[in-house]
């Protein structure tokens, strides 16, 4: 299986369009050791010819011309991609807004919880993606999915199961102290090839998580691979920059470090690899030469970046 990073940042990527802080600053100065990032997605294929692709970004367009693997072939007909899945982890923007790019009457099938096909239903806007050519089909909340695209099995198949997390920005309900989040806002993936058993070989792909509990470290233990939701080191980095109000907790993702973190939460658990991705903007383990990109690295951690490949 073979996988690659499409988008390692967080949404408005990195640099953030309207972002002048210190590490944004950096990025745009090419300062050694910064790179530039798109927003959170990555690309899968069990033949290296069809591809699924794991959340829709903003930036799209720009992943798909940065991977000759997801062009059209050079022996293809004058409409044609090698996607043919892409599965959404839940409805924030930084994950939806790719879709509006990819509405050239191209037949693909569209996977998604029932809560996050509710939300694309719901918004006309995503009907660019006609029903009759971009079928959309139900992850279960807790189950295997064996992947199809409209020319058949991908031979990929995905485990989702529901992770603590937040329900997407533009759908909040202040009044309510959950804001009205509720199961199948945010799922966790376990990616495998369709002959693969257990979790050897599995690549768990978690971009969004508000927390680790004792059933998470169970499913993930023994894991190959496990990419997994780095926003930010600190909980209160945002305001600590001074670019924000927001903590982590508030956007739906635990942080890095500290006593709850992600770092201590997870340093138990037996895995092949671990990555972070879906990085913000503010995060200090942007800056290779950071004190949190020195922990990091020393806990065993790699930082994901556009463009990183692996193969299971």
């Known amino acids: 299986m ?14 953030q369009w309207n972002c002048n802080a210190p590490l944004s600053r950096a990025v745009r100065e ?8 798109t927003q959170s997605s990555i690309a899968a294929s069990a033949d290296g010819r069809s591809w699924a692709v794991f959340n829709a970004s ?38 939806i807004a790719g879709l509006l790019s990819l509405r050239e009457r191209e037949p693909f099938i569209l996977y998604a919880t029932a809560r996050v096909l ?14 009759e050519v971009v079928e ?3 992850l ?34 202040t009044d309510d102290d959950n804001f009205g989040t509720a199961p199948g806002d945010t799922i966790g993936i376990a990616l495998r090839t369709s002959a693969s058993q257990g979790t050897d070989g599995t690549l768990f792909y978690i971009p969004g998580c508000a927390a680790v509990d004792d059933a998470l470290r169970e499913r993930i233990d023994g894991g190959a691979c496990l990419m997994f939701d780095g926003t930010v080191f600190h909980d209160t980095e945002m305001a600590d920059t001074g670019v924000g109000s927001k903590t982590g907790a508030r956007m739906g993702h635990m942080a890095i470090g500290g006593e709850h973190g992600t770092l201590a939460a997870l340093r138990n658990v037996d895995l092949g690899r671990r990555i972070f991705v879906h990085i913000n ?32």
């Open 2 to 15: 073979k996988i690659r990073v499409l988008g390692s940042a967080a949404g408005g990527g990195f640099p």
């Open 58 to 95: 903003p930036d799209i367009r720009e992943q798909i011309a940065a991977s000759p693997d997801l062009q059209p072939r050079a022996d293809g007909p004058l409409r044609h991609t090698p996607i043919e899945a892409v599965v959404l982890t839940n409805a924030d923007v930084d994950h």
């Open 281 to 312: 903007n503010t995060n200090p383990i942007l800056d290779p030469a950071s004190d949190a990109a020195k922990t990091v690295e020393a806990a065993g951690w790699e930082i994901g970046y556009d463009g990183m490949e692996l193969t299971l």
């Open 136 to 138: 959309r089909r139900e």
């Open 140 to 173: 279960p909340l807790e189950g295997v999915t064996e992947l199809e695209g409209p020319r058949g099995p991908l031979g990929l198949s995905v485990e989702t199961f529901a992770v603590s997390g937040k329900v997407a920005l533009f759908l909040e309900n």
């Open 30 to 37: 090419k300062k050694p050791g910064f790179r530039v990032r």
């Open 118 to 131: 509710k939300t694309l239903g719901e918004n006309s806007i995503f009907q660019v993606l006609n029903p």
